[in-house]
């Protein structure tokens, strides 16, 4: 399905620092939450990610990583998650995260 290049400017993404990193045991599927620095404009946001495969807290923290930053919050479990963190499947299809191959100012904008 095509879209217009104005529908693909509706979705923010935008690249940020994962600051802080813990598991989430009381999710149903493995995963992990997530506190990124998107810079000033956007300030710190949570996430929860399934992750678990091929991350550790300790291997997510100082990452940069993109996310979608303009859907609305969603309720996961007991926590909010205020941001789409965005991956691909591996062959197994657990989530590889997408982020720059080079360090970018944090809240740069995709394009």
Request: net charge neutral; hydrophobic share 40%.
């Amino acid at each position: 399905m095509e879209i217009a290049f104005d529908d693909f400017l509706k979705v923010d993404i935008r690249a940020g620092t994962v600051k802080r990193c813990e598991p989430y045991p009381e999710a149903r599927k493995p995963s992990l939450k997530l506190w990124i620095d998107f810079g000033p404009e956007i300030g710190e946001k949570k996430s929860t990610a399934q992750i678990t495969r091929h991350y550790t807290p300790q291997t997510v923290v100082g990452r940069q990583v993109a996310a979608v930053v303009n859907f609305p919050p969603r309720q996961i479990g007991k926590f909010m998650s205020e941001v789409l963190v965005l991956g691909f499947p591996d062959e197994d299809g657990e989530v590889v995260l997408m982020a720059p191959d080079q360090t970018v100012p944090a809240g740069g904008r995709l394009y």
